[in-house]
């Protein structure tokens, strides 16, 4: 009976994201497109667009290989496992172990590798224009988000998910100069890697604007289901991870009893609803950025970064 | 008050104090970053802003009321006369363009960050005796002082520069706020001075306006007169 | 375990001169690389039994040959042993693969004598124990490499290549020479069982340190003696290259972990900041440099120069803990460091592999001119893909186990004491993250531009997969790969005793944890699981399958793309299909970050209003540590010689006054200071 709680509370935790990640990009669409005075998709069109495209035929490139076939498989399972890494509303469950926070970014990079290996086989020019400046974009955001790592498992004293919402859960974190730094930078970068404005537009198709779009223009069926559960699945991924870092309160530790696990799951899905509030009015306010400005828009990410890492090697306190 | 300071625990009062001073340092950083005339001279008034609210906590914590005027005194001048007059003095001029900062944002940046390391490591190891928490905040306010100095140097335009003089006293203001308070004449004197000199930069700009049609550095170096 | 290398290393030397004789034997190149598979494997076994088990029976060996009345020590201890794996690993490798590739060599008789040779002069460098041995056998491990290097010495570029190589070459020596000569002492002690235990000042440590990183750091390849690189790891034979970049470069850090970490003894905290500066600067600029390149191999090459500045972070992070007495932080970013010397090594040999059969299948090494081959060479382009995504990193593989425990290794750095340390990591560790995400998007671009898509040129569309013995070889790497990411706590098992030899700590063992886990520092309770993680990987994606194949469409057909319009009518036809260049690929990146130092800029030419020739885009890049330190050096050089010139031509009563001159010099000299 003691193992079979937590692994079951593990794999409700890997199903939930499945479950909740339509509905968050559902969610967020339609309070934009009310702040926009419009009507909106309904909220839960995604999941039938999702079971639309699974009973279409999956069109692929003539000139493609297997990988084109393999990719949206393979960024599927990944961005799945990354998110279904990080704590949503228990700690310490039985897969917590491997659940390391440097994993877990690492695991959205190889998804990004495959993403944009499969952008350059289908050999269109949307594709090599989509792949290349996501490797730009990923130049910098990947170290923005390395020392945000750092920063957060410094004062936490660890870089494992779990250990870092128990401890800022608990009154020894406090509030500190380096973590507000390192919650701009994660916003920053949060934005770059899901492809929210003013870093790429999610519904456009001109290709002046297209980053993550043009990387995916010629799948269909099955696999542009694959692939869009998967974007939905790393803005999941995102809310999850600034909740479970910077707002950890409510989260059950291990071997709680069902209220408190319930109190819990409320507690984060408020949290995903407030962050896709927040979202929705950063995303209404703001313009896109031209191509060449965003780099010093995740350069500035990359800076907080460095400068909280900085304060808390050179002052253990800041 | 003292309701109020039995919530939160003195370890805390610290952490805001030195949140406050980051937030100062963040926001010359946001002032580094802006390309555009008007957008710097609205991150002025925010820094003014976190820098009243920043004097604002110091006073609450070491229980000065003296401080709470010199907070006053930036909210109010700082953050909102200055402010307000910068943008008409800008729109009169007509230059809403952007600014080139020298080196490109993303050097800038980096010697931005250069700085708060070396202010960090001068006080921190200069400072060793004195009261720990005290010195981060000097170091963060010479951190702020720095950076203002930074931004007077990248920049051509003479309005931007002059934000960040501004953004430099803030950081002297800061620091003299950290180290126990400064009396209330001294505080009065010098923001009156900081407004006589303001004053004679807005008359200097529009008769440097009127004369050789620009205000931008580096043409005006041409007119220096001098063999180059 | 000595004597067997030694043996080991008198076969290859036989087999080089059985190369020389059988060169222009068709029977030749079997002879000798198959000799040299065989003999590798021996030392492989030797080197493992050691490592793993502990079986050490005759550690030392005195040979009465070199220099009279003090011959010449070999002793192989476990830091020895492990680079015999890694060594032997490769050589075994790389002979597997030109077994089939070498039969493609036009004057094999220019390889085969001293390939073997410079199997043997690797295995005895690692095994010396003493100045004289270590150096005589460096010396024959340059010569030998240039000699293959030189091999298609027809070619001017080629020629080129082996002249700097060369002069580099024999600079490390020397700065190695006087490094030793330094160690050595007044007294001359040669053997390094003798320097171990000498007392020496801190200046005398401070010159060694660091002229073993000129020394050693020039033949890894740091910045900025990584100029012969670029050129000389191309312009050898595809095998020969894999072992340079993948071997020499690690007998390199071997040599520097020797004298820095086993004979110079006590660490000043500096040491390990000069270190971590050059690493880190080497670690950027050379994935920068990839990514401007368009040669496969070059591209390769300053790949290899990013991966020992890694390297060379974790030695600098580990003297720099061994300074502060901070032991075990010290043992984790020296097994980092270790790991990913071994991880390179498999890789960048498969790589290698990888470029030699392209190389050799459509006769060009021109990135932009190649494209599709997915197609054509079907079963070489998996394992070239596990590489590509080992060494950009990429977890369950062995590029992240390696690049995670440098990352923990930075986590621990914040109770180091030194001001310079403390603002130097945090530095450092951006620099360690930059060139992780650039080698992402230099090997997506690599594998992207050679392998997918359309083919660019009619030689990419017609080439033909490779031999068995280069997929065998090419395969077993990839294997080995995957095993070592996937189990990375056996390694760290294995590593330890090389950090208990020259720490005296080591990392807690990792064989019994959950899951298989790796937790290098208990009680910071940072641990990666990558079996879990594998399983995961394979447990959702059958999942997913099953799913999609019971309640979705299972048809898949295929169309032509839109892709406006722009497609030829003609499906066979090459150019213009609107696919990106790799230079195209790289100009975001570019436009960012080389403006500055590399002076990237792109030049467009139109064509006059009414001409209807195409428009050109050509980008421009200058290399900053060529045209800041190379070029006014060798200025200044012949300068110098310039003005030396006129001694030659001087009448017989100037010579008579040099010679008097000098003598009365010396007599003062004699008086002043006796």
């Known amino acids: 009976m003691d193992l079979i709680v937590p692994l079951l509370l593990q794999l409700f935790q890997i199903g939930l994201v499945i479950l909740v990640a339509p509905l968050l990009a559902g969610f967020v669409r339609l309070l934009k497109a009310r702040l926009q005075r419009r009507s909106g998709p309904p909220l839960l069109q995604i999941y039938r667009d999702l079971a639309k495209l699974i009973g279409k035929d999956a069109i692929v490139a003539g000139d493609a290989s297997w990988l084109v076939v393999l990719a949206p498989y393979a960024i599927f399972v990944l961005t799945w496992i990354a998110a279904a890494l990080v704590p949503s509303f228990a700690t310490g469950l039985p897969f917590s172990g491997a659940g390391d926070l440097i994993a877990v970014v690492a695991l959205l990079g190889t998804a990004r590798f495959f993403q944009m290996l499969a952008a350059l086989d289908v050999a269109t020019a949307f594709g090599g224009l989509g792949a290349s400046r996501e490797a730009m974009f990923a130049s910098l955001a990947e170290p923005a988000m390395l020392m945000i790592v750092f920063t957060v498992a410094v004062v936490a004293g660890s870089s494992q998910l779990s250990a870092i919402a128990d401890f800022m859960h608990s009154q020894a974190a406090g509030l500190r100069l380096s973590l507000g730094l390192g919650l701009v930078a994660l916003v920053i970068v949060a934005l770059a890697e899901t492809g929210r404005f003013p870093v790429d537009n999610p519904a456009t198709h001109l290709e002046l604007t297209m980053v993550h779009e043009a990387m995916v223009l010629d799948y269909s069926g099955r696999h542009l289901a694959l692939i869009e559960l998967a974007h939905a699945l790393k803005l999941t991924l995102y809310m999850s991870l600034i909740a479970c870092i910077f707002v950890p309160f409510g989260m059950a530790g291990p071997g709680a009893a069902l209220p408190a696990l319930a109190i819990a799951l409320v507690g984060y899905i408020g949290k995903l609803a407030a962050g896709a509030v927040l979202l929705a009015v950063f995303e209404t306010t703001i313009a896109k950025m031209r191509i060449f400005r965003v780099p010093n828009f995740i350069g500035a990410a990359l800076m907080l970064g460095l400068l909280g890492t900085l304060l808390l090697f050179v002052s253990a306190t800041l | ?228 | 375990m000595t004597p067997i290398i030694l043996v080991c290393a008198m076969a290859f030397l036989l087999l080089g001169a059985l190369g020389a004789v059988l060169g222009r034997r068709p029977s030749g190149h079997v002879v000798v690389y198959g000799g040299s598979l065989a003999v590798a494997g021996v030392a492989l076994l030797a080197s493992l039994t050691q490592l793993c088990f502990g079986i050490a029976p005759v550690p030392r060996v005195l040979l009465p040959i070199g220099l009279p009345g003090l011959g010449m020590h070999f002793t192989m201890d476990d830091l020895a042993s492990l680079f015999l794996i890694i060594t032997n690993l490769g050589a075994a490798a790389a002979s597997l693969f030109a077994l089939g590739y070498g039969r493609h060599e036009h004057e094999p008789w220019r390889i085969l004598p001293f390939y073997p040779v410079f199997l043997a002069a690797m295995n005895l460098v690692v095994i010396a124990a003493d100045a004289y041995g270590f150096l005589l056998c460096w010396e024959l491990m340059s010569v030998a490499s240039w000699g293959l290097v030189m091999a298609h010495h027809t070619d001017a570029a080629i020629r080129r290549a082996g002249t700097i190589y060369l002069l580099m070459a024999s600079a490390g020596t020397l700065a190695l020479l006087l490094c030793f000569g330094l160690l050595a002492g007044a007294h001359g002690h040669y053997a390094f069982a003798a320097m171990r235990n000498a007392h020496r000042s801190s200046w005398i440590g401070a010159l060694v340190i660091i002229l073993a990183l000129i020394g050693a750091g020039s033949k890894a390849g740091l910045v900025p003696m990584h100029v012969w690189l670029p050129h000389a790891h191309p312009a050898a034979p595809s095998h020969v290259s894999a072992l340079m970049s993948g071997v020499m470069t690690k007998v390199a850090i071997y040599a520097f972990i020797r004298i820095v970490f086993d004979l110079v003894g006590p660490a000043a905290w500096w040491w390990g900041l000069v270190v971590l500066l050059v690493g880190g600067m080497t670690a950027v600029l050379g994935v920068l440099y990839a990514l401007m390149e368009d040669d496969i191999k070059t591209i390769l090459a300053y790949s290899t120069i990013e991966n020992v500045g890694l390297i060379f972070v974790g030695l600098g992070l580990a003297l720099a803990f061994k300074a502060d007495g901070m032991m075990i932080a010290a043992a984790l970013a020296l097994t980092a460091a270790l790991f990913h010397a071994l991880n390179h090594m498999l890789f960048k040999s498969m790589l290698f592999f990888g470029a030699g059969a392209i190389q050799h299948a459509t006769g060009t090494r021109d990135l932009a001119q190649l494209g599709g081959l997915i197609h054509r060479m079907k079963i070489s382009a998996v394992p070239m893909m596990i590489a590509a995504m080992a060494i950009a990193a990429l977890p369950p593989l062995n590029g992240f186990a390696s690049e995670w425990l440098l990352l923990q290794a930075i986590l621990l750095s914040p109770a180091l004491p030194q001001f310079g340390l403390k603002l130097a990591v945090p530095a450092i560790g951006a620099l360690v993250a930059l060139s992780t995400a650039f080698a992402s998007a230099c090997f997506v671009r690599f594998y992207g531009i050679a392998y997918l898509g359309r083919a660019r040129s009619p030689e990419a569309a017609t080439a033909h997969e490779t031999d068995r013995f280069s997929r065998g070889a090419m395969i077993g790497l990839a294997g080995l790969c995957l095993a070592a990411g996937v189990l990375p706590g056996l390694v760290i098992d294995v590593l330890a005793p090389v950090t208990h030899a020259l720490l005296g700590a080591r990392l807690p063992a990792q064989a019994g944890l959950a899951w298989l886990a790796v937790v290098p520092v208990a009680s910071s309770q940072s641990s990666y699981d990558p079996l879990l993680i594998a399983v995961f990987i394979a447990i959702s994606g059958g999942l997913t399958a099953l799913t999609l194949y019971r309640f979705g469409s299972r048809v898949t057909r295929r169309a032509p793309v839109w892709a406006c319009g722009y497609q030829e009518r003609d499906p066979a036809a090459l150019r213009a299909t609107g696919q990106y260049s790799p230079s195209g690929f790289a100009q975001p990146i570019r436009r960012v970050f080389a403006t500055l130092m590399f002076r990237a800029h792109d030049d467009v030419v139109l064509p006059p209003p009414g001409d209807i020739g195409p428009a050109r885009l050509t980008h421009h890049w200058t290399d900053p540590v060529w045209a800041a330190l190379y070029t006014p050096l060798v200025s200044t050089i012949g300068l110098i010689a310039e003005r030396m010139n006129r001694l030659q031509f001087l009448s017989i009563r100037k010579y008579l006054g040099f010679v008097f001159v000098a003598l009365v010099l010396l007599l003062m000299w004699t008086a002043l200071w006796t």
């Open chain 2, 1 to 228: 008050m003292t309701g109020l300071g039995s919530l939160i625990s003195p370890a805390a009062t610290l952490s805001i104090a030195h949140v406050l001073a980051g937030a100062l340092v963040l926001a010359s950083f946001m002032m580094l970053y802006q390309d555009r005339l008007s957008s710097v001279i609205n991150v002025l008034a925010l820094h003014s802003t976190v820098l009243g609210v920043a004097v604002g906590w110091q006073a609450y914590i070491q229980h000065a009321p003296e401080l709470y005027i010199t907070a006053g005194l930036a909210l109010g001048f700082k953050a909102v006369v200055i402010p307000i007059a910068l943008q008409r003095i800008v729109i009169r001029l007509g230059i809403h363009h952007q600014i080139e900062a020298v080196g490109g944002i993303s050097v800038t940046m980096l010697a931005g960050i250069g700085l708060v390391a070396l202010s960090l490591v001068v006080m921190l190891r200069t400072a060793a005796h004195a009261d720990a928490l005290a010195r981060e905040d000097v170091a963060l306010a010479l951190a702020v002082i720095l950076l203002g100095m930074l931004m007077m140097v990248t920049r051509r335009n003479a309005v931007s520069q002059i934000v960040g003089f501004m953004s430099l006293e803030n950081g002297l203001i800061l620091a003299a706020a950290g180290a126990q308070g400064m009396p209330l004449v001294v505080e009065i004197s010098v923001a009156f001075s900081i407004l006589i000199a303001f004053i004679v930069i807005g008359v200097f700009l529009f008769r440097i306006r009127e004369r050789f049609d620009t205000v931008d550095s580096a043409a005006l170096d041409a007119f220096r007169g001098e063999a180059q």
